[in-house]
């Protein structure tokens, strides 16, 4: 059936299967202190790479600004990594955090 969806299609399922992913762990993640889990991503220099995922216990998120805990939550790479902007490699290359806010089982990304 998916064979029949165009590209952009395919990504809106995809993205809400990881989204759907990322929300059923908020449970464990909350019961082992984690407020925050986010991946950095940077297009600059047209290559694209996107951190390894990052679990903080701050009341706050901000990239660099707040220290990350030890939390294994590698299970979730891929997941994010599907919720990161198409084509934010490209031409000057866009950057940015997806961001789950695991109290408020709140995902956000940049618009």
Do not use: W
């Not at 939550?73 to 695991?102: K, R, T």
């Amino acid at each position: 059936m998916e064979d029949h969806l165009t590209f952009e299609e395919q990504l809106k399922q995809h993205q809400a299967a990881a989204k759907a992913a990322i929300l059923a762990q908020c449970d464990r993640l909350a019961t082992a202190g984690i407020t925050f889990v986010a991946a950095h991503f940077d297009g600059s220099g047209d290559d694209g790479v996107t951190e390894d995922i990052k679990c903080y216990d701050s009341d706050v998120y901000g990239y660099e600004e707040c220290e990350h805990v030890a939390h294994d939550a590698s299970e979730l790479q891929d997941h994010f990594e599907v919720l990161v902007p198409y084509g934010y490699e490209n031409d000057a290359g866009g950057f940015g955090d997806v961001v789950l806010d695991v109290r408020n089982a709140n995902h956000r990304r940049p618009q």
